[in-house]
């Protein structure tokens, strides 16, 4: 997907630019005649200032469920560029910036994922949807879990790309690694800012330059308060949440750094299936289709 189907000046026209009308109904079904579906975005107001999110549509009216997206932290919705072009064809799919990342404000104080799934409570409730699947990863995990904890009213399915099955052993380990992640100062994160490049990069080689660099700069365009995600998530008691879901849940286990600790959620909830992934990385990227198969095929069965 070419970023310039994601110019800034669709984020000045907002809702209208985007076609929804919140007064006849948000995300009103296109006409026959609309164009082929495209990557949108637009702004919505919540508790904390906007949040800001990317969506697709289909050309043709779908009565299936819509798909919220939430991404790892640091990051923003445009890690689901690929993904959003795959699952938007046949279901309205929308990729939410969390507060504090991306495009969206961030909140006045720490945020705890308690927060994050009241933002994204208000970012449906405005938009008017009704009833919506989940897919969390990584550290937004925790916040499709308790979102659909919060509202089994609005949350009919759930994805988790990983789960955050931290004893509290893990939880001291994770802490002490990412305690330098958010820099002292400016002047030190934008020193940061060729290693982290080169680094982005490397990890995703699939990648346009142009596409790279936006993540390099959503991922750090609020540096102070990057480490705010990590910490909401290493304080969230991740496995009770889980084990309260009443919806179907699919939990991918990538063979990353949470492999080991996502498939502990195999014997805690009978109506959770978990899938191991034979890659490292590049869910969203270099295997986008097959997540998107999978996915597809949780969601509709």
């Known amino acids: 997907m070419s970023l310039t189907h994601l110019n800034r000046r669709h984020m000045m026209y907002g809702l209208g630019a985007a076609g929804l009308s919140l007064a006849k109904g948000a995300f009103a079904g296109p006409t026959t005649e609309q164009p082929a579906p495209r990557i949108l975005e637009g702004f919505q107001p919540c508790r904390f200032g906007q949040v800001h999110y990317r969506f697709q549509k289909p050309a043709v009216k779908s ?39 991306g495009l969206s404000d961030h909140p006045p104080k720490p945020s705890t994922i308690g927060d994050f799934a009241d933002a994204m409570c208000d970012l449906l409730d405005g938009l008017g949807v009704k009833r919506i699947d989940l897919l969390g990863n990584h550290t937004s995990s925790a916040t499709a879990v308790e979102l659909a904890v919060r509202r089994p009213d609005l949350v009919r399915r759930v994805v988790l790309h990983s789960a955050l099955m931290f004893t509290p052993e893990d939880r001291s380990a994770y802490r002490a690694k990412m305690a330098n992640v958010t820099p002292p100062d400016l002047d030190t994160a934008l020193s940061r800012m060729p290693e982290r490049w080169r680094a982005l990069r490397k990890l995703r080689p699939e990648w346009s330059e ?66 191991d992934l034979p890659w490292s990385s590049g869910s969203f990227a270099a295997h986008c289709a097959e997540v998107a198969d999978e996915t597809r095929r949780f969601l509709d069965g």
């Open 210 to 275: 142009e596409r790279a660099w936006a993540m390099l700069w959503e991922t750090n365009r609020d540096p102070m308060h990057v480490g705010w995600g990590y910490a909401a998530s290493f304080d969230y008691d991740f496995a009770p949440a889980f084990m309260r879901l009443k919806q179907p849940v699919l939990v991918l286990n990538p063979k990353d750094e949470l492999f080991d600790i996502t498939a502990r959620a195999r014997t805690l909830l009978p109506n959770a299936q978990v899938k």
């Open 63 to 101: 009565s299936k469920v819509p798909l919220l997206c939430l991404h790892a932290s640091p990051g923003s919705s445009i890690v689901y560029l690929d993904f959003i072009a795959q699952m938007g064809t046949d279901r309205l799919t929308i990729a939410a910036d969390t507060p504090g990342y």
